[in-house]
T-cell receptor
Framework: AQSVTQLDSHVSVSEGTPVLLRCNYS??????LFWYVQHPNKGLQLLLK????ATLVKGINGFEAEFKKSETSFHLTKPSAHMSDAAEYFC????????????WGLGTSLAVNP | KAGVTQTPRYLIKTRGQQVTLSCSPI?????VSWYQQTPGQGLQFLFE???????NKGNFPGRFSGRQFSNSRSEMNVSTLELGDSALYLC???????????????FGEGSRLTVL
């Protein structure tokens, strides 16, 4: 069965320092992978997606993620954190080869300190 | 272009009651999915509707049901409410069939249900 594990439930960084949010997955298929962000009291927004094209995926707001099949990882990074990046981040994997069902990680709460 | 609209945003019910939540997708989107979000369980998929037909269903009891209308608006209903049903219920719309096929889900801000 497919699964996704976000390795950190909480991450705290200082403004201007790099961000690393870790995600490991398991999938029997060539997976599609997504990162979504949820700001407080808001719905979720797609940050970026991997669908078997380039392994380094660039998203909105300066975020990017690298698909590493050998490590079954899809970590989210940003070179320099901004206060507005404080939010909940979700890693998502498609459950089957047709992307019909999504499996969501439990989320990583990112705090950005001034 | 208006986003996904969910109503009501907040509601309080007591055990045993039933509740109906509404979701209006982005204009032109035909697929609507529902999720339950709780601190301990994260996002759990409830069901997906496309062209008024339920296409996918998660692992929730039959107390959770939904429907979609010809204008793609969707409702979900929870009967015989339990304390554990307290959660944020999120609706997401997309262009076509399948949650990931077209790549992006567009989420509403959710309906926060509290069961006392």
């Amino acid at each position: 069965a497919q699964s996704v594990t976000q390795l950190d439930s909480h991450v705290s960084v200082s403004e201007g320092t790099p961000v690393l949010l870790r995600c490991n997955y398991s999938s029997s298929y060539s997976p599609s992978l997504f990162w979504y962000v949820q700001h407080p009291n808001k719905g979720l927004q797609l940050l970026l997606k991997y669908t078997s094209a380039a392994t380094l995926v660039k998203g909105i707001n300066g975020f990017e993620a690298e698909f590493k099949k050998s490590e079954t990882s899809f970590h989210l990074t940003k070179p320099s954190a901004h206060m507005s990046d404080a939010a909940e981040y979700f890693c998502v994997v498609s459950e089957d080869g047709n992307n019909r069902k999504l499996i969501w990680g439990l989320g990583t709460s990112l705090a950005v300190n001034p | 272009k208006a986003g996904v609209t969910q109503t009501p945003r907040y509601l309080i019910k007591t055990r045993g009651q039933q509740v109906t939540l509404s979701c209006s997708p982005i204009s032109g989107h035909r697929s609507v999915s529902w999720y339950q979000q709780t601190p301990g369980q994260g996002l759990q998929f409830l069901f997906e509707y496309f062209s008024e037909t339920q296409r996918n269903k998660g692992n929730f009891p039959g107390r959770f049901s939904g429907r979609q209308f010809s204008n793609s608006r969707s409702e979900m209903n929870v009967s015989t409410l339990e304390l554990g049903d307290s959660a944020l219920y999120l609706c997401a719309s997309s262009l076509g069939l399948g949650q990931g096929n077209t790549g992006e889900l567009f989420f509403g801000e959710g309906s926060r249900l509290t069961v006392l």
